[in-house]
Every structure is written in C-alpha cells, then in structure tokens.
C-alpha cells in the first residue's frame, strides 16, 4: 500500500488533533493553547485563504516577530481594566513555553462605534495562529473549554482544525480608480492652516495635527491582503498591520512609527516628527535630508512630541533618557526626524497605563493634548475611525504597539488614505499639502503602482 506524504500544514494539524485528543477534562474553565513547529510559511498567503474572522496580521518593524490570526476565542475590551479579560486558568500542552498573546487595537478615540464594527477597540487572544519569531515558526491553535459542555467543545475544536486551509500564492493587485477626491479639499485645507496659526491661536494651542481623507473608488472590491503585501515590500522598514472582519470591510497600513516596546519593566517609544520628500536623484534627496535636520520649523516640531512624552512618561517611570540631537529616518519617499526614549518603569505599571500616557501622541494629534483634540472634534472635517490610533500585540513578557499612520481603511469598493500634518508656528498650506502628498505616495503606490505625485 502506497504511504501519501502529508504536506507541512497537513502534518502540523494531525499533530494538533492528536494533543487535542489527549486533553482530560478540567475542573475549572480553561483557555488551552496547543502548539506545533512548522517549516518556513508565508503568513500572508495563509491568512487569505482562512474563512473564519476575524483575520489579523502583525508584524513588527525589526521583522523578528510576525503573526496570522484567524478567529478568535477571548477578546480583551480596551476601554475596561485588565481584570475585565478571561480569568479562566490556562494550560499549555508542551514543554516550550510560547507567550499568549493578545492582538489589535484601538482608533485615535476610543471607543469610536465606527471603530467598533470594524472589529477595533479591543483584543483577541487568537484561535488559529501562524507565529513567526526570528526564524522560528509555529501553528497554535486555542482552544476554551467549559467543563461541562468539554465533549461537545473538543469535537467543534477538531472540525475548526481540519477546516484549515493551504496557503495559496497572492496575486499583485490590479486596481482601477474610478472617482478621487480629498477632504477637506486645498481651499478648505489653507483655511484650516491660516487658523492655527495665528498668534492668538498659537498662544493657546501650539501644535495640531490635521488630517486629510483622499476617497477612493475602484471599479472592484480590492483584496486587503494583496495590497498589504505589496505595501510591505514597497516599505521593508515599518510595522505591517491588518484587521478584516468580514469580506466587505478592512483596515490596514505600513507605519514608520512605534507608540511603544515593552519588554518586562523597559520601555522604547520615539517622538517621531518633522517630514521631508524623498527625491529619485540621490544629491536632491540628500540635500533636503539636510535642510530637514536644521530647519527651526520641524526641530520645534519634533522637540514638542519629545517633552510631551516625557511629561507623560515620568510619573510611571525610574528614570527617562532622550535621544538628542535627532536622527533621520529614512523610508521610501519621506524622511523623519526622531529621537529614541528609553526609560525603566515602576513596578506594576501596565500596558493600559502606558495606553492611557502615551495615546495620542502629539504626533497625532497636538499640545495641549486635550484642547488640540477638542479643537479637532469641533474642527477637523475628517472622521478618522482607526486612523492615528494604535495596533499591536501583548504578551507577558512583552508587548508592541504601532501608531497607525500610513494606512488604509477599506469597505466593499471604497478605500480611504489618511494622512496628516502638525501645524505649529510657522506651517504654510502649500508647504503642509506638499508634505500630505508626500507621504500620501507610499499608500497610492500601492493602489496605483503608476502614480506620481
């Protein structure tokens, strides 16, 4: 009789079964976590191809760790206490010890209902997860068990394995734009400027960050994931995010920018800040790289973040270092100025604490933070839904979270780019529209690989 070889992801679920198999009945209710090693997998590729939602991707700008979710049996409410997650026990099936860990996010305001039916303001501790860590790889599969109903839980745990599906290669998108259109437009744009930055204004407010929505329409419903990885080769030196709900609605980016790391009691965040364009001539963009890290405009810009930050960060924190002077960072058509913080936390500060100190940053939304976002509320023409919020993971040992600039919220044939501005003294609308464009080009290259500013 002929022996059929099992594929990798055939072979990583008869594994997965056969620990579901041996799990006993336990007294209390339990979150289970089963693990099995696979070989080298694309996460994209396999995500696109899961029926069941939510569908989530993370992967961190370092590329160390990325992670696939699809499904998911606890979800942690971002607007309530780390008490108000799962308190059932957990047990783990292996001797390796993986960390459990939560993913998603929240919108520049939380609880945003828009936010909300989008699958945002929380985060799911996975059912199917496909983890990446350095070069390491795992399938996991979560399983929540109620003591009395464990027969019937156990049989629908080894249906939902065996519904896995292969990857399959991802096509390059083929996108054709029917309608374009900004809000607010530059007329409604110069308006806003000239506002902000007149002496009294400035006295009171010194710095707001406005956003611009460019509305799309194609002529069929994109695929998310597709887009995501061309996005993700275009721009190797950012966080990659996504979340997909179901197939008409999507949201996901490539962010230059991190909210925070946290690896138990250190701490890594940024003030990332002040924008130049990129140039196809090497010497142009080399020039203006330059004038960007002397130019008095982006350095109060940049140094307004940082103080905001450490004003934040102080009262949970041992002690707080500031990168100073700035660095470059450089991306495909940007440049940024940013300066690295580092600090050690207090003990039992959390990752809410931390949420709650740093979110929204002034690189998102302005100083004071409280009357830039009640100017915006009363102002700013745009309903950012997840834009300028966060993404990330948390685990026990460690967690991450990205702002969420540079992204793209899709539904049915409709996609819209966001992108934004801080307004301080001395901004001009034409200057800050060239700077909107500029960064718009990662996302429209993307949508239209054809598209020049």
Request: glycine fraction near 4%; charged fraction near 20%.
């Amino acid at each position: 009789m002929q022996t059929v070889a099992l594929t990798p992801l055939e072979d990583a679920i008869k594994r997965l079964s056969q620990q579901l198999e041996c799990l006993s009945i336990p007294e209390h209710p339990t979150l289970v976590q089963l693990q099995v090693k696979l070989s080298t997998t694309q996460a994209l590729p396999w995500l696109n191809e899961q029926v069941e939602f939510p569908k989530l991707y993370w992967q961190s700008r370092d590329h160390q760790t990325e992670a696939a979710i699809s499904g998911s049996v606890d979800t942690w409410w971002l607007d309530q206490a780390c008490a108000n997650k799962a308190t059932w026990r957990r047990h783990q099936t292996h001797s390796e010890q993986l960390d459990w860990r939560y993913y998603g996010g929240h919108g520049f305001t939380l609880g945003d209902p828009r936010v909300t039916e989008m699958g945002g303001n929380r985060l799911y501790l996975p059912k199917h997860e496909f983890r990446r860590q350095g070069d390491q790889h795992w399938l996991l599969f979560y399983v929540a068990i109620e003591p009395s109903q464990w027969r019937a839980q156990i049989r629908k745990a080894q249906a939902e394995l065996n519904n896995l599906k292969a990857p399959a290669p991802l096509r390059a998108p083929t996108l054709s734009v029917s309608q374009q259109e900004h809000q607010p437009d530059y007329s409604g744009w110069e308006q806003l400027v000239e506002n902000l930055t007149q002496a009294q204004q400035q006295l009171e407010i010194p710095k707001v960050v406005l956003c611009r929505e460019t509305k799309l329409t194609t002529e069929h419903s994109p695929n998310c994931w597709q887009l995501l990885q061309t996005w993700q080769r275009q721009q190797p030196h950012c966080y990659h995010f996504g979340i997909q709900t179901n197939e008409h609605s999507s949201f996901f980016g490539c962010s230059p920018e991190r909210l925070f790391h946290r690896q138990q009691q250190h701490l890594q965040t940024e003030a990332l800040a002040g924008t130049c364009s990129r140039h196809q001539d090497a010497a142009q963009t080399a020039r203006m790289a330059d004038q960007l890290m002397q130019d008095q405009k982006n350095i109060l810009e940049n140094r307004l973040v940082a103080d905001d930050i450490q004003q934040q960060l102080t009262p949970l924190t041992e002690h707080l270092s500031i990168e100073s002077p700035a660095h470059l960072v450089e991306l495909t058509q940007v440049s940024h100025l940013c300066r690295d913080i580092h600090a050690q936390l207090k003990a039992n500060v959390s990752d809410q604490d931390l949420l709650q100190a740093l979110h929204p940053t002034a690189a998102v939304g302005g100083l004071p933070r409280q009357s830039a976002q009640q100017y915006l509320i009363k102002h700013e023409p745009v309903k950012r839904g997840w834009y300028a919020g966060v993404f990330g993971m948390v685990g026990d040992e460690s967690s991450e979270y990205c702002v969420t600039i540079r992204s793209i919220q899709q539904h049915n044939r409709e996609l819209s780019l966001y992108t934004g501005a801080g307004i301080v003294e001395g901004s001009e609308p034409c200057s800050e529209w060239h700077e909107l464009n500029s960064k718009l080009a990662s996302a429209m290259a993307v949508v239209q690989p054809a598209y020049h500013e």
